[in-house]
T-cell receptor, first 112, second 110 residues
Framework: KAGVTQTPRYLIKTRGQQVTLSCSPI?????VSWYQQTPGQGLQFLFE???????NKGNFPGRFSGRQFSNSRSEMNVSTLELGDSALYLC???????????FGPGTRLTVT | DAKTTQPPSMDCAEGRAANLPCNHS???????VYWYRQIHSQGPQYIIH???NNETNEMASLIITEDRKSSTLILPHATLRDTAVYYC???????????FGKGTRLHILP
């Protein structure tokens, strides 16, 4: 099976812009989670989607949003980008039954 | 907040067993212990998980103490490719959120 894929892998944006990141889960996985990783804060949970419904949300401002499509692919959006949003954004998918999460390679976002 | 405590870094000689400890003294009865690792600039990789019995797979072994308040991840024959940050996580069945702590940075020495 192909692993979790994320696009784009690298992105440079300017403060105030918005960005959309995409994640394709492993075939058959219906749950997709998003995480932000920075050197200072480490890995932090953003949100999880299952069958197109957001099931859980971390402590991030409303500028961070996401959605999941009927084919389980997911997108996350960050509006009004700030310098502090520069990070590695990771997507993970899992089958409901086994609960192991499989991570993608991440999207490295740089905000200038 | 993460419910686990790990040493910030450890060294291990190549070819030797790497034993990574994790304390989770407040673990609940329905919480599993999971281990992931992250090699530089890659996404975390699932290694192993367990509830109360010791577990072994092709990557590692997981030893959980009888009171479940601590565990040890064992990489039996460490190689340079095992250099990574190792995260120990506790998580309940049905709990969708993974809370990562700081992890242990494992250095494999040639």
């Amino acid at each position: 099976k192909a692993g979790v894929t994320q696009t784009p892998r690298y992105l440079i944006k300017t403060r105030g812009q918005q960005v959309t990141l995409s994640c394709s889960p492993i075939s058959g996985h219906r749950s997709v989670s998003w995480y932000q990783q920075t050197p200072g804060q480490g890995l932090q949970f953003l949100f999880e989607y299952f069958s197109e419904t957001q099931r859980n949300k971390g402590n991030f401002p409303g500028r961070f949003s996401g959605r999941q499509f009927s084919n389980s692919r997911s997108e996350m959006n960050v509006s009004t980008l700030e310098l502090g949003d520069s990070a590695l954004y990771l997507c993970a998918s899992r089958e409901k039954v086994t609960y192991e999460q499989y991570f993608g390679p991440g999207t490295r976002l740089t905000v200038t | 907040d993460a419910k686990t405590t790990q040493p910030p870094s450890m060294d291990c000689a190549e070819g030797r067993a790497a034993n990574l400890p994790c304390n989770h003294s407040t673990i609940s009865g329905n919480e599993y212990v999971y281990w992931y690792r992250q090699i530089h600039s890659q996404g975390p990789q699932y290694i192993i998980h367990g509830l109360k019995n010791n577990e072994t797979n092709e990557m590692a072994s997981l030893i959980i103490t009888e009171d479940r308040k601590s565990s040890t991840l064992i990489l039996p024959h460490a190689t340079l490719r095992d250099t990574a940050v190792y995260y120990c996580i506790v998580r309940a069945t049905g709990d969708d959120k993974i809370i990562f702590g700081k992890g242990t940075r494992l250095h494999i020495l040639p």
